[in-house]
């Protein structure tokens, strides 16, 4: 069996979005109780991040380690079509995903114990994002 479900996520600039509540909604809809599910995400400037969900600090930290590693208005970027920010995102998306497979067991994503689906948005001001949601079972 196939299910797919298309997500809308809004955000509010650079950061990190909590999408697993959505994502385990997607799977228990599809009905599948063993299959896999894969999690896309329709953008060049944004990434999907399996991430640890207890300590903010964790996310907190991958954003200043990003910021430090590819920093807005780089001179070395010629693509700023969009601001100072644009040719950042699309470098930090590069290095990180935009997809996910998560294995599903008895309905649910099966997800480890302190892990969350983030939407990762790169560019600084606010977006709304596009995800599929699609179980195989």
Known sequence: MFHAK?????????????????????????????????????????????????????????????SRLVQDGDPLFVHDAEGPDDMPAHVRTVLTQNSLNIPVKDGRADLGTWQGIYVWEHRTSPHRRRVTVSVVG
């Open 6 to 66: 298309e997500l809308t996520v809004s955000n509010r600039g650079r950061g990190f979005t909590d999408i697993t509540a959505d994502v385990q909604r997607a799977v228990a809809e599809s009905g599948a109780r063993q299959g896999l599910c894969t999690v896309f995400l329709h953008h060049t400037s944004a990434s999907l991040l399996l991430c640890e969900n207890a300590d903010p600090d964790v996310r907190r930290d991958l954003e200043s380690f990003f």
